[in-house]
């Protein structure tokens, strides 16, 4: 009679252990959506940024189609159609358009007088900050996520429910270089 009591209390002990460790892995992975979410809401706002800045800028510096170029391209894909994995290669790959943009204009003195373009440029700037606090919060929820999904026993918990790591936002190694402008 006793080792079925101490049975059913090891049995009822291993469940809440494996009902709150799932609860774990969702109320984590929930924190990692909510964190891309809100870093969602700058990036497309710097997303929608981007064309006004690059036609101000366009109108002072007519033979650096390269840059604009390239920035246009990456800007023209659909946003709202990309993946959290997506949004997260395509603004790094921005992160470097707009670096060599900001770089050709700083050589333009009547362009750094332009009031549009330093309207633009506060707006940016803001976004930015915004852009960077928020990506050092997802990638504190992914972080926290991701332990969660290596570590035993926890990990097997993740295992069988489809509880994955997820993507730091980081800067690749091409961000990492100065930018390079050549006249």
Same mark, same amino acid.
């Given at each position: 009679?006793?080792?079925?009591?101490?049975?059913?209390?090891?049995?009822?002990?291993?469940?809440?252990?494996?009902?709150?460790?799932?609860?774990?892995?969702?109320?984590? %992975?929930?924190?990692? %959506?909510?964190a891309f979410?809100?870093?969602?809401?700058?990036?497309?706002? %710097?997303?929608?940024?981007?064309?006004?800045?690059?036609?101000?800028?366009?109108?002072?510096?007519?033979?650096?189609?390269?840059?604009?170029?390239?920035?246009?391209?990456? @800007?023209?894909?659909?946003?709202?159609?990309?993946?959290?994995?997506?949004?997260?290669?395509?603004n790094q @790959?921005? *992160?470097?358009?707009?670096?060599?943009?900001?770089?050709?204009?700083? $050589?333009?003195?009547?362009?750094?007088?332009?009031?549009? #373009? $330093?309207?633009?440029?506060?707006?940016?700037?803001?976004?930015?900050?915004?852009?960077?606090?928020? @990506?050092?919060?997802?990638?504190?929820?992914? @972080?926290?996520?991701?332990?969660?999904?290596?570590? #035993?026993?926890?990990?097997?918990?993740?295992?069988? #429910?489809?509880?994955?790591?997820?993507?730091? #936002?980081?800067? *690749?190694?091409?961000?990492?270089?100065?930018?390079?402008?050549?006249?």
């Amino acid at each position: 009679m006793i080792t079925q009591i101490v049975s059913g209390v090891i049995l009822l002990l291993v469940l809440v252990w494996l009902i709150s460790a799932y609860n774990k892995g969702i109320v984590l %992975r929930n924190y990692v %959506r909510e964190a891309f979410s809100t870093m969602d809401v700058y990036l497309k706002k %710097r997303w929608d940024l981007i064309p006004n800045l690059i036609e101000t800028v366009k109108g002072y510096v007519s033979h650096e189609k390269g840059v604009f170029e390239e920035i246009t391209k990456l @800007r023209s894909s659909n946003y709202g159609g990309m993946n959290a994995a997506q949004k997260i290669d395509i603004n790094q @790959r921005l *992160n470097i358009g707009i670096a060599k943009l900001l770089a050709v204009a700083e $050589n333009y003195p009547d362009l750094k007088a332009n009031e549009s #373009f $330093n309207n633009l440029m506060g707006e940016l700037s803001s976004v930015e900050d915004e852009i960077a606090n928020s @990506r050092k919060y997802y990638n504190g929820t992914v @972080r926290e996520l991701n332990t969660y999904t290596e570590v #035993f026993p926890s990990n097997v918990i993740c295992g069988i #429910f489809g509880i994955k790591r997820e993507q730091l #936002f980081e800067i *690749n190694e091409v961000q990492r270089e100065n930018v390079k402008v050549q006249f």
